[in-house]
């Protein structure tokens, strides 16, 4: 089952399209990681899945609910936090828990004490007298103390330092067994440590979305050595991206890697290859690859 | 309703230093209002130039400031608000912040209120239907729409701003659009029907941008919806001429006198028309006798406006509208200005007179002697009066209500050294309980004429408003210039 599906969910404002097209499926109990490049529609697609913001075309459901329809019945299952939400400043950590308490059927407060102690929270301190991202770690643990169904971050580590981020997923690891989790993110290689599954998201348009462990199983950074300069296939295959040449070197990265079928394929393309070496890619050097290759197709 | 109570119980936290301040100003107003007098001496001039500034400026600044905080949080506009993911059911939202208005502005206003009217001399329970309806009317011209402009800003400053530049706008809209059709002045018979308008616009377009705002958060429809309503509280006199608001009072107020035996008759062989202000030089004053016969005794019938349309041998029509309201003497005036140039081309061609008249049939009169003096009488139907020379030959008579003044107060003076008395009159047809304002008391002040002794008030009630049409083919102009 989909916690979210959207389809065909477009949204633009006024002349610019933030989201076009989008048709994207997350299962429940994934965690879903949506990156893409700074202006890609990634909070826009975030704000409208919340009814935030209302599409301009197309359908979402969350939780099986039109996302325009989503209301406090969807809300009490759902634990959104965005870097750029504006908390009530004025209440104490405490309050703060204490006021959203009444909200939420399921609200427990044996997790909500452990969740303010292990985020090492200051309960008598206001949020506005907290630094960024101990207000982060307060939205938090103010949206996992009742047990949310679906977890939505939009950019919760950005501008926070490294040690902050670590206890952020941690305590996001470890607190939400069972819950869905979407997250929005530039730290890729954070992303890389516990997301099930990935969306790519470029210029309003979703380039693939699919399991962590299938993306990393088709990218391959491909090396091949020769003694003079080869001559290249013509056309080159599209799946192979961001060439690079020097007198005897050629690297490029294969976006459909298979181990049966790729070292064939190369050897046919460069006969005169001496040796060919094909490395797995880190997940950020895989969006580097895309993001250049999609920039040079644009 | 839970939910509507703890956002309540928040809102009450967070603001309680505003609280404070409010109640302590509200304290403050009823102090200084309830003990408001008439009376022209140097302290009585300082408590009410006090009681004015409390209640004129410091209050409603006060409660905008305190309404728009309730509001801002948890702010409308925008997209970053922490609360449009959280289970917040918009009906008990929107429930919190009318129950904190409710608390803290109208609750301190309604004690201030009946602490203010007992001060003056009144009981608050003897008007109970003034007391609701003055706060009804006071949430519906205030703090609605107070609550309405909030919903669609994000902060006090953003408001301000936005206030500034209506009132900008509005000013630079009036003067291209000019005045506003021939609306009937808010204070003149039949105006309280274009406050009602007023009112009804404001209080729709309030009611209709806080569903919008709490329901669905469409900041531009709502914004769009507030300028309208601006537009049209502007252009309501041009909606609502003066006839359709004349129509309206009639068919709001049920006949109970039957009205058909009065007619409206030209009557040229009445005597000469009373001394008015001299015409400007480059126009004629054309004076139209007009008496009304077959009112029933024990009434009296008062000319409240009357549209004469002459229609000139050219086929182009003059018309005047003219509003009234006076005792009726024996004959009514219709005063026309005709442009001289064109006085001269028509003064001796019969033209042809069309009338418009509009009436109110007054009765049960009561009158009460009072003598002019000192102290305070109480007279019944008027309310608390009290007699203030303030200058040699000059005194003032004041006469202070619960929540409004009688529909219609005849004041007579007689003085000794002069046989014809003279006659103030007081009209107010509108059929609320309360007047609006922020005071609970009416106010009604007459100018005493030197030598005065007793003032003889007659109050009479409004029995039916009605219309008569009156043509007169052949009206030569010459005859009633003057």
Known sequence: MNVIRTRELSKSFRHTHAVEKLNLEIPEGSIFALVGPNGAGKTTTIKTLMNILRPSAGSAEVLGTD????????????????????????????????????FYPDWDNAWAEELLRQLDLPRGRRLQELSRGMRIKAALASSLAYHPKLIVLDEPFA???????????????????GATVMISSHDLAEIETFSSHIGYLDGGCLRFSEEMTSLAARFREIELTFDEPPALPAPWPQAWLGPTQSAALLRFVDSKFNADSTPDKIRRAFPSARAVSMNPMPLRAIFVSLAKSTRKAA | MRQTWHIFLKDARRLRYEIIVILALTAAYAWLQGHWSPLSSLQARRLNQMAGMVRVFLLPLAWWYLTSQAVYGEPLPGDRQFRVTRPYRWTSLLGAKLLFVATFVNFPLLLADCFIVTRQGFHPWASPGGIIWHQVAVSAVFFLPMIAAACITTSFAQLILAGLTIIVSLIVLTALLGPGGDAVGINLEGGWVHGLLTCLILLSAAVAIMILQYRTRRTWVSRMIFVAALL???CSGRLL??????????????????????????????????TGSPAPQN??????????????SGTTAVVDAMRAELTLPDGNPLKTLLFFGETPPDTVWHDMLVERSLFE?????????????????????????VPLGGGQYHVPGVGLCEFDPWGPGRAALSCRTPFRQPAYVLARFDRFDKEVPSEQQRVDYSPYPAE???????????????????????????LAHIRRELDIPNVQLAEFAN
Not at chain 1, 159 to 177: K, M
Not at chain 2, 283 to 296: N, T
Not at chain 2, 438 to 455: F, H, K, Q
């Open chain 2, 241 to 274: 001429p003066w006839d359709t608001a004349y129509a309206l009072q009639s068919r709001l107020l049920k006949p109970r006198i039957d009205t058909s035996p009065i007619t409206a008759v030209f009557s040229p062989g009445s005597g000469p028309p009373p």
């Open chain 2, 436 to 462: 609006f304002g922020i005071s609970p008391i009416s106010d009604t002040s007459w100018l005493a004429p030197a030598g005065a002794t007793t003032v003889a008030f007659t109050t009479m009630q409004p």
């Open chain 1, 159 to 177: 501008g926070l330092d490294s040690l902050v981020r670590d206890e952020l997923i941690e305590a996001l690891l470890e607190r939400c067994a």
């Open chain 2, 232 to 234: 049209l509280v502007l």
């Open chain 2, 345 to 369: 081309q028509v003064k001796g061609t019969p033209v042809r007179l069309h009338l418009t008249i509009r009436l109110t049939v007054l009765g049960n009169p009561q009158t009460e002697d």
């Open chain 2, 283 to 296: 126009a004629v004053r054309v004076s139209l006798p007009i008496r009304l016969y077959g009112v029933p």
């Open chain 1, 67 to 102: 996302s325009r329809r989503l209301g406090p019945a969807q809300f009490s299952q759902i634990g959104y936090v965005s870097e750029n939400q504006e908390l009530p400043l004025w209440m104490t950590v405490d309050y703060f828990m204490s006021w959203l308490k009444p």
